[in-house]
Nanobody
Framework: QLVESGGGLVQAGGSLRLSCAASGRTFSLYTMGWFRQAPGKEREFVAAITGSGIRTLYADFVKGRFTISRDNAKNMMYLQMNSLNPEDTAVYYC????????????????WGQGTQVTVSS
């Protein structure tokens, strides 16, 4: 089970930190990812991190603004989002998948319910 938290309303230029809590004993074996879906748009990849936390992958639009991290001792994953703009408004989902770094949702087997992020101009 994956549960996101940390979403909310923030002004443009502000920051938010999303968290994803995972249940189970094998958290460190899974690649974890963040996706987002804006109204009327398809779900898109944001970032991913391998089980060890050593390797990460970001969507181009992140442009160094977002940082993905994880704490395997706590079964937690995070997304630090800085310099937010209105185009970042979306529901953000965390997902767990098999080893490797993938941008396609096809490779992720488990999904959270999402947390809303709204950025005002």
């Amino acid at each position: 089970q994956l549960v996101e938290s940390g979403g909310g309303l923030v002004q443009a230029g502000g920051s938010l930190r999303l968290s994803c809590a995972a249940s189970g004993r094998t958290f460190s074996l899974y690649t974890m990812g963040w996706f987002r879906q804006a109204p009327g748009k398809e779900r898109e990849f944001v970032a991913a991190i391998t089980g060890s936390g050593i390797r990460t992958l970001y969507a181009d639009f992140v442009k160094g603004r977002f940082t993905i991290s994880r704490d395997n001792a706590k079964n937690m994953m995070y997304l630090q989002m800085n310099s937010l703009n209105p185009e970042d408004t979306a529901v953000y989902y965390c997902a767990a998948g098999n080893s490797g770094l993938y941008t396609s949702s096809y490779y992720y087997d488990y999904w959270g319910q999402g947390t809303q992020v709204t950025v005002s101009s």
